[in-house]
Nanobody, 117 residues
Framework: QVQLKESGGGLVQPGGSLRLSCAAS????????MGWYRQAPGKQRELVAS???????NYADSVKGRYDISRDNAKNTVFLQMDRLKPEDTAVYYC???????????WGQGTQVAVSS
């Protein structure tokens, strides 16, 4: 059974930082592209950052220079370091594991991030 479990969300003031973690089980983690998505109230889910099996990263323009995605294949975990947070970063953040070759696309249940003074 595949599980993606996010942690690290919470309430932070503008300009603050948070570090999200996503622990995966039930998959061969190193074979999956991992991503973080977010969905704000009334908006569509959007890709925030992704990291391929080879370590290539991709970021949404809105978070470039502020967010950093990384992975630890030994711990089956992907991280999202979020710095200089803004109120518009407020959303539920979801972890995603994707392996297009075999049409695998898995999601976590999400973790809430709220940026407010």
């Amino acid at each position: 059974q595949v599980q993606l479990k996010e942690s690290g969300g919470g309430l932070v003031q503008p300009g603050g930082s948070l570090r999200l973690s996503c622990a995966a089980s039930g998959i061969i983690f190193s074979r999956y592209t991992m991503g973080w998505y977010r969905q704000a109230p009334g908006k569509q889910r959007e890709l925030v950052a992704s990291i391929t099996t080879g370590g290539t990263t991709n970021y949404a323009d809105s978070v470039k220079g502020r967010y950093d995605i990384s992975r630890d294949n030994a711990k089956n975990t992907v991280f999202l370091q979020m710095d200089r947070l803004k109120p518009e970063d407020t959303a539920v953040y979801y972890c995603n594991a994707k392996r297009t070759l075999v049409s695998h696309d898995y999601w976590g249940q999400g973790t809430q991030v709220a940026v407010s003074s």
